[in-house]
Every structure is written in C-alpha cells, then in structure tokens.
C-alpha cells in the first residue's frame, strides 16, 4: 500500500539499507519518468470505504489534506526470519509501520501489520516455493492486492527466481509511502524486478491497469492478500479485481488470507466465498486456525491463457 508521486513501475536501486541519499534518488527518478509518461496517481485513503466521504470527494479531486505531505517516521519495526528452499541463507524482512492506536492507522489502516499475514507467508515458504522457483515458468508475474506493510508481496519475492517480476499494491496513498520505503529498504542491491504501484479495486480500475502496462504478458499467474475484507463495499470490487488480472491457465491462483474476526468487521465469510463463486471462481481451504482462513481461488473451467 505504498505509491506515492508515481504510478509507474518502480524499479528499486540501492542495497538493502539504502541511505536517505540513495531513497531520494529513487523518488527523483520516479517523478521524471511520471513526468515524461503522464501517468498520475489519485490521492485516495482507505477511510473512504468505512465513512461516507463529502460528495466532492471523488477519486483524484484533491481532498485529502495535502497528498504531497511527508509521513511521519514509522513508530513500530518488525524483523522476520524465513528458510529459503533454494539457499542456506535464510531470507530476513525488516519493516516498519504504525501502532494500532496511531492516528495514521485511523485513516489508512495498511499502514499496520495485520494478524492473517503470518499465515500466508508461511503457505509461501511451505507449500509456494517450488512454483514460485521454478525457472521454466520465465515470465513468472506475482502480484500482491492491498500489500500494506508489503510483508507477504515482498516475501514473495525473495522466494521468486531471478526472472520474476512481482508487483505490490495498494489504493492508499499513505499506505504506499511507508509501502515504497519497506520496499527500497529490503529488496537488493539493483533490483528492477520488484515494483509498487497504485492499483484501486473493481473491474475498470483493473482494465486501466492493465492499459499502462508493457510487454507482451500483463497478466499474474500468482496473486496474494490478506486483511483484505472487512466492509461488504470492497468484496465485489475485490474479485472483479482479480477476475481482470489472473491469467487464464489452469496453475494461476489467487491465495488469499482472512481473518474473520478483525476489529470492525463487518463481512461473513459465506459474503466472500458467495461473491468469489458469482466472479467464476472455485476455492480450496489451505489454511483453518480459529478465526484466520486462508483460501485458493482459481477460475472454474480454467483454459489455456490469452
């Protein structure tokens, strides 16, 4: 969840504790690209879909207070520690966020790291791996919806091959500020592989999506999320979403981790799995622990891909 002047792809360059010098550089490059390419972001919070907004508050009308305006420094740092199948150096993921209580996460709630994540890293690292390191798959696209802190998307990554892309998202434009410093701050040194951009949910947001794109595979054979639902304005969107942007065969998946008890939910999971069915798509149950579920969506009767 972290884009904030441009919505291109970002390359990120720089070791994996790039300096301020470095992190600028990136940003600065960034902004001459958008400039170039005239692709602009809309400020947008995901506040927006738990209160009714001003009927002036349309996408990109500017009302956020100032879009332009610095976070403040992350007040919460988190480190996590994964085997990596294909390496006897473990993969290390340090990030920083907000506390619950902070007033950042009473607007954009990405801006926090979210239970039902450790469940779905630990279905990459387990049951992921292989697929997502499988070097004959060479256009390999992995996408991460409402990556937040971006602590599964970035996993990914690291799991991935060297010639897979992988995409983090958000909608919020705060998210994708600290989402874009996690980034920089994690991934190796030169790497353009991995990307953030601004991706807002529903099927013509998903299409405009996939407009800006280039190169001849657009789609994702992998996308993953979790927190991702807890207000029933966001499910359809959510799987119009995805039904746009996973590729046809018969290996792309969705996984997706959800936590039905979040604070302020207000979706029953027979909600989800109603909608996700109403999108075309079929679901395995990978993952039940009390209150976290995580789930496989794949397309029913999928084909060969287009």
């Given at each position: ?65 100032d ?10 740092s ?24 902070s ?71 705060d ?7 996690n ?16 991706l ?17 595979k ?40 959800h ?35 995580l ?6 009767g ?5």
């Amino acid at each position: 969840t972290t884009l904030a002047s441009c919505t291109l792809e970002f390359g990120i360059h720089g070791p994996p504790r790039a300096t301020d010098h470095e992190r600028n550089w990136n940003h600065l490059v960034c902004d001459n690209i958008m400039t170039t390419a005239q692709v602009k972001e809309v400020p947008w919070v995901d506040a927006w879909v738990r209160w009714e907004r001003d009927d002036d508050c349309d996408e990109g009308t500017g009302c956020i207070e100032d879009e332009d305006e610095e976070l403040p420094p992350a007040t919460e740092s988190y480190t996590f520690t994964y085997p990596n199948p294909s390496s006897d150096t473990d993969i290390v993921l340090e990030l920083k966020g907000f506390h619950e209580d902070s007033e950042q996460i009473w607007n954009s709630t990405g801006l926090k790291l979210w239970r039902s994540s450790h469940y779905l890293c630990q279905h990459l690292v387990n049951e992921e791996a292989e697929l997502l390191q499988d070097e004959n798959n060479t256009n390999l696209r992995v996408l991460e919806v409402g990556s937040g802190l971006g602590r599964c998307g970035l996993l990914a990554h690291s799991l991935s091959h060297d010639n897979a892309t992988t995409v983090l998202t958000d909608g919020d434009t705060d998210t994708l500020k600290q989402l874009r410093q996690n980034v920089s701050n994690n991934a190796s040194a030169n790497d353009g592989t991995i990307t953030c951009k601004q991706l807002l949910w529903g099927e013509q947001h998903a299409k405009d999506y996939l407009s800006q794109q280039s190169g001849e595979k657009k789609h994702f054979d992998l996308i993953l999320g979790s927190d991702l639902i807890y207000v029933q304005s966001v499910i359809q969107p959510l799987f119009e979403t995805v039904k746009t942007l996973l590729c046809t065969h018969d290996n792309a998946k969705f996984l997706m981790a959800h936590c039905s008890r979040r604070e302020g939910n207000e979706v029953d999971l027979s909600m989800v799995l109603d909608a996700a069915r109403e999108e075309g798509f079929k679901y395995d149950v990978m993952v039940e622990d009390d209150d976290i579920s995580l789930f496989s969506f794949r397309r029913k009767g999928a084909d060969k891909e287009t």
